[in-house]
Structures are given as C-alpha cells and as structure tokens.
C-alpha cells in the first residue's frame, strides 16, 4: 500500500545516499523503486528522480542519466534547491562522457543556483580544472580565483594559489608566480604546506623549459614535511619523467615505484605502475645493447690502444677513489671536534646548569645531532646505501639492493671494487677472443635492439624513435631473421604516417627478400582504417559462408573476392580473407593456405581474425626448436624394431604437432586431400569422410 508517513521519505532518501556512498548503486536503485511504489504523489519525488540520474551516471550510463535529467527539466516543476542539486550532478554526468564543454556552461548555472561558499568555492575550482585542461589559461585563472574568494577551507585555498599560479606560461609570468608562491609559502599556516608550493614550481619550471630548475623544485619538495600523499607521488613522477628523458631508465624506474608507493588515487597509480613495469623491460634491453657495444668495440682494438684505454680508466679511478678518501677523511676530522666540543647527556662530565638545575635535556634520540650522525654512520658500515623501499635489506633474487649506481653499475657490468681494479690485465683478460663469442654478443646485442625498438612504439608510441632504433639495427648488420623482422616493423609502423620512412624499408625487403610474405605485404598493404559493417555486406558474408559449408569452394571464393574488391574498408575484410584462407585449405593445399594465413598475420595482426591467422600457422607451422626438441626425444630403439610408413612431408609436419600445445584440434585443420589409393586397397579401408554441415574449429574461427 501506499505510505503516508512523510517522514518515510526522509529515511528512504538517507538509506539511497548512504548506499550510493558505499557504491552499492544497484541496492540504491531499488529503494528508490520502493519511493515510487509507496509515495507516488509526494512533492518530493524529483529528489529521488535527481538520485536516480546520479545513479546512473556513476553506472557509466550516462545516455540514460542524461534522459532523466532532460525529463526533469521538461516535465517537472523544481524547487530551488533542486534545481541547485540537479545542475551538480548533470555537470558531473557530462564529464562522465567527456563532453567539457557542456559541463563548463552546467558548472557556471551550478555556480549561481548554490549558495554556500564552500559549495561555490569547488565549483569555480573544478570549472578552472577544465579550463585549464582545455588550454583557456585566462578563463581558468579567474576561476581559481573565484575558488580562492568564496573558500573557508584552508586545504582547497592552498590549492587554489597553486593552481593559478600554473596557469601562468611564459618567462615573465613565470618569474611573477614564483615570487609570488615563494613568498606565500614562508607566510603563516602556508608555511606547512611547503611541499605542495615547490612541486606547482616546479611544474611552472617545467612548463617554460627551465628543466634543472624543475628538478631542484621538486626535489625540494621531496625534503619538506609531507601535506598531501598524492603531492608527494607527483613529485617523485616528475622526477622519474626527467631521467627518462635522459635515457636514465634505472634511475626513472626507481621514482616511478616510489610515487606508486606513495599515490593512493587509483587511477593516477595504476597508469605510473605500468609504466614503471614498462621502464624496466626497457631497461634491461636498453643496459645489455650498451654493455655488449662496449665490449664489441674493445674486440676492434689493438692491444697498444687496449692498454693506453685501460691505463686512461685506471687513472681517472685512482684520482676519483682519492677524492672520495680525501672527503671522508675530512668528514671524520670535522665529527672528531664535533665530539670533542659537545657533551650530551650520557657525558661523565656536567656543567653548573646539569648539577643545579631541575631542568633536563632532550633525550629523545633524533633530537641529538651527534648520536644521529654515529647511527648513520654505524648503518652504512652494515647495510651500506640503501634505497628506502619494502624489503630494505633484500632486493630481487635474494641480493642485497645497493644505490641507484650500483644497480647501473650492476646493469653495465662494471666492476666497482676488486683488488686488481688498477692492473690493465685485470680487464683485458675478460675480452672475449674467440669468434663464436663474439658473434654471440653480437646477436644477443641485435635481439635486444629489436625488442627495444618494438617497445618503443608498443609502449610510448613513439615511432620516431622506434623507427631510429630499427634503422640503427639494420645498418649494423645483423642476421638476415633480424633483419628483415626490423625492417618489417619499420615498414608497418610507417607505411600510413610518415610514408617516406617506410621507403628504405620497403625497398630493402624487395631487394635482399624477394620470396617472402612479407615481401608481398609491403608491395600491396592493406588499410586498416576500417569503416563499420554495413548489413549488405554482413549478408554477403553469410551468402559466401553458407557456400563454404556446402563444400562449393569455388563459388565462396569468387563470392570473397568480389566483396574484397568492393568494400575494401568494411570492417568486415579481415574475416573475409581468413574464410578464404580456409576455402584454400580445402580446395588447393595446407602450403597455400599457410602463405593466405601469412597475409592475414602482416595485414591485419592487430585483429582477432590476425591472431586467430597466428594461432592456426603456430599449430600448422613448428617452430624449428619445437621439432628439433621433439625429434631428440625420439626412442631410436623403438624405430628400429617397429618402423614407420613413409609419410609425405606435409603429412609429416602434422603429425609433428603436440595435440596438448594448442587448442585446436589436429583432425579438425583442413589438410590437402589424399592421394588416391589402388582398388584393392580401397576395398580393404573404406576413407574416412568428413563430418558435415560444419566443424567446431570451423565455428570458432569464421563465426
């Protein structure tokens, strides 16, 4: 029935706020079906409406949200403060759907129809953010500062000062706002919120190309009292972005899983823990290609210049360990009249003002410079540099983790401290001679920079460097495997932006690869800027599979190529290509089928009908290792006694296949069909047929 108890309507509306708070949005939206079941005439119920918008706008269903909303607005008459609630959540929706703009114009009607300050303080400030994002640097400012006016909260004011002074950017402006926010940080309350001034510095440094100067700021920020966790992570990213810049990748790896450790907003952190997974894969690429260059360029040299290179190193290690030991001496001298002149508390000796007076000293450890300095310096003795991560004292595989250059070091395969590090044979001794070593070097230094251009691109996007990367590769002359899989890359990553770079490429693969697919594929590449299906071809699709099903080979594939010829941009090509490759496999050979399956690999990989190509030529196709693993375990013994029949060499490589490595079945691949037997053999086996309508592997890969 229906309930007349207004106050009902009040609980109802704090169980829906309290479980969209939890998140439990569906349980939400089940009180307010109780709302209109059992209050279908309260004046209130464009509240619940307003609710229910929200809703589903935290569902990321915003078209629905947005439905609602529109309703409202039409067809009910609202209250103030309604309308006041209504203009935030449809803001909010909006953003949901990336549509700025509109909520820009939503905020501004926020902005006016809601009269706390606070409420009006995040508005403005929320509006300068989208501002800012949307590059409307002026629009932005004057928001931030509308944000600034109406705030009674010293957190959103502090950030509001920080946000206006970003959205200055150029050389005078910038110098302005660091006068400006170095002298608000030294005033008052402002000044506990010191790391939050030098990291918006630091980003203003940053923004007018000053980048030592943003590093100092926001290593500044890293020294202050920490304000805001999410602060402190940026600044350790910001960091980590400018040795990455530098090629720094140990270095920028580091501060990247320090901001992880520290961020705490979701989505900020999970963007910085890929790239940081990222950043180490490179890394551990981009360290071997030095380390090898390096000692492949010392196996050119003769031994004179071995020598005079080494004697040159041992020189400049000498002066450097000299150096350090000169400062260290220093350092003790200095500790020794520290001590000498300060007495603490634990002293034999007091003075007039121990004896006499009742007041006592500071015990409290870290309040006493010198034990401080004594437990440093205890601590190194042990641990020696350590990094503050978890696990402190055991890094990966069990290793004790050192500082940043020692990991370097460590990566390079530089020596850091040996008894014969100032002995020319102690390093020359370790260049390899022999040429199978060297060539090894070489190759594991060529796979490298294959990968390492690969994850350029796959990573960063960064073509031009990948393109850089590959190119240097090529021009060093590696294996032709190596080769032509970089210059394939190059030509793929190139061929629709910047056409010019993939010339070289292409004419490479023409010249010194003229037999392969891939050789083909760059004679004639495929758009892969497909339009959506449209229903004619989808029926055409159907009409050439339902032919295929029916064994009329022939007739499906002049169905395939005609629609390929037609709609060369429907996104439905690819599937087009991988039927034939099938309807090829049944009517011709698995050869021919294995170079369709080839094409559909180079042309369309990032597809599914490109990974499933993939799937069907790693069953079809061993891998030379594959074969070479499986025929070395082999039980001789047992052939000898129990031989064979002679197979044909394509029924070979099926039969090669381990069933349990793939999921497709070995029966279900399409095979050449087999020779005729004699009569008499015939009537002894009757052939085996194959099932119709159609196969399992068939549905999987054409549906």
Do not use: C
């Not at 003769?302 to 260290?328: C, G, M, P, R, T």
């Not at 037609?566 to 170079?595: H, Q, T």
């Amino acid at each position: 029935g229906q309930q007349k108890n207004k106050e009902i309507f009040n609980a109802y509306l704090l169980l829906i706020e309290s479980r969209i708070y939890q998140g439990k949005l569906s349980s939400a939206l089940e009180a307010i079906s109780q709302v209109y079941q059992t209050m279908p005439k309260d004046k209130r119920l464009p509240l619940a409406k307003i609710y229910e918008g929200l809703i589903y706008s935290k569902m990321k269903n915003n078209i629905r949200a947005e439905e609602i909303f529109y309703d409202l607005d039409k067809n009910y008459t609202l209250t103030k403060q309604q309308k006041a609630v209504m203009s935030v959540y449809q803001a909010e929706n909006l953003l949901y759907s990336n549509r700025k703009k509109e909520a820009i114009d939503h905020l501004e009607k926020a902005f006016v129809l809601n009269k706390p300050r606070q409420t009006k303080s995040r508005i403005a400030y929320l509006r300068g953010q989208i501002l800012a994002e949307l590059g409307n640097m002026e629009e932005a400012r004057e928001s931030f500062v509308t944000a600034y006016k109406y705030s009674n909260d010293f957190e959103l004011e502090v950030k509001a000062q920080i946000e206006i002074a970003k959205t200055f950017n150029n050389d005078k402006d910038y110098e302005e706002a660091k006068k400006y926010l170095e002298n608000i940080s030294k005033k008052g309350t402002y000044a506990s919120r010191k790391n939050e001034f030098y990291y918006a510095l630091g980003l203003l440094a940053a923004k007018t190309g000053k980048e030592n100067e943003a590093n100092e700021f926001f290593q500044k920020s890293l020294r202050e009292q920490i304000s805001d966790p999410h602060i402190r992570g940026m600044a350790y990213y910001e960091i980590g972005n400018s040795h990455f810049k530098k090629s720094d990748y140990i270095k920028a790896g580091a501060y990247y899983d320090s901001a992880v450790s520290v961020i705490e907003h979701a989505p900020t952190k999970d963007k910085i823990k890929e790239l940081s997974t990222n950043i180490k894969n490179i890394s551990k690429n981009y360290y071997l290609i030095k380390k090898n260059d390096s000692i492949l360029a010392l196996t050119k040299m003769s031994e004179n210049e071995l020598n005079d290179f080494f004697q040159k190193h041992i020189n400049e290690l000498k002066e450097k360990e000299e150096k350090i030991e000169l400062a260290k001496r220093k350092e003790k001298k200095k500790k020794e009249l520290e001590n000498f002149f300060s007495y603490d508390n634990s002293s034999d000796f007091k003075g007039f003002e121990d004896n006499f007076s009742s007041q006592k000293g500071n015990k409290f450890y870290f309040a006493n410079e010198i034990t401080v300095a004594k437990g440093s310096n205890e601590f190194r003795k042990i641990w020696q540099n350590r990094m503050l991560s978890d696990n402190w004292r055991y890094g990966e595989d069990n290793k004790l983790s050192g500082s940043l250059d020692d990991l370097e070091n460590e990566a390079l395969g530089r020596t850091t401290a040996d008894a014969r590090r100032f002995e020319v044979a102690f390093y020359t001794e370790k260049i390899p001679k022999e040429k199978k070593a060297i060539l090894g070097l070489k190759k594991e230094r060529d796979s490298a920079s294959l990968e390492l251009g690969r994850m350029y691109e796959t990573y960063f996007q960064n073509t031009p460097l990948a393109t850089k990367t590959l190119y240097d590769l090529v021009d060093n002359q590696p294996e032709k495997g190596i080769k032509l899989q970089a210059l394939y890359l190059i030509f793929s990553m190139n061929h629709e932006k910047t056409p010019n770079q993939a010339e070289r490429a292409k004419n490479i693969i023409i010249q010194e690869f003229p037999d392969t697919p891939y050789a083909i594929f760059v004679k004639n590449p495929r758009n892969t800027n497909f339009t959506e299906s449209e229903e004619e071809v989808k029926k055409i699709y159907q009409e050439a599979y339902a032919l295929y099903n029916e064994e009329k080979y022939k007739e499906a594939q002049n169905i395939v190529n005609q629609a390929v010829e037609k709609y060369p941009k429907d996104a439905l090509i690819p599937k087009f290509e991988l039927l034939n490759a099938f309807i090829i496999g049944r009517s011709e050979s698995k050869e021919k089928m294995i170079s369709s399956l080839q094409q559909i690999v180079l042309n369309y990989e990032r597809t599914n009908e490109g990974k499933k190509a993939k799937e069907i030529l790693d069953f079809l196709v061993p891998s030379k290792k594959k074969e070479a693993d499986e025929t070395k375990n082999k039980d001789t013994e047992n052939k000898e006694q129990n031989p064979e029949p002679e197979t044909t060499e394509n029924e070979t490589d099926i039969i090669s296949i381990n069933e349990s490595e793939t999921s497709v079945k070995i029966e279900e691949i399409p095979q050449e069909k087999p020779k005729e037997k004699p009569k008499e053999e015939q009537k002894k086996q009757k052939p085996t047929k194959l099932e119709r309508p159609v196969q399992s592997w068939e549905k999987q890969y054409l549906d």
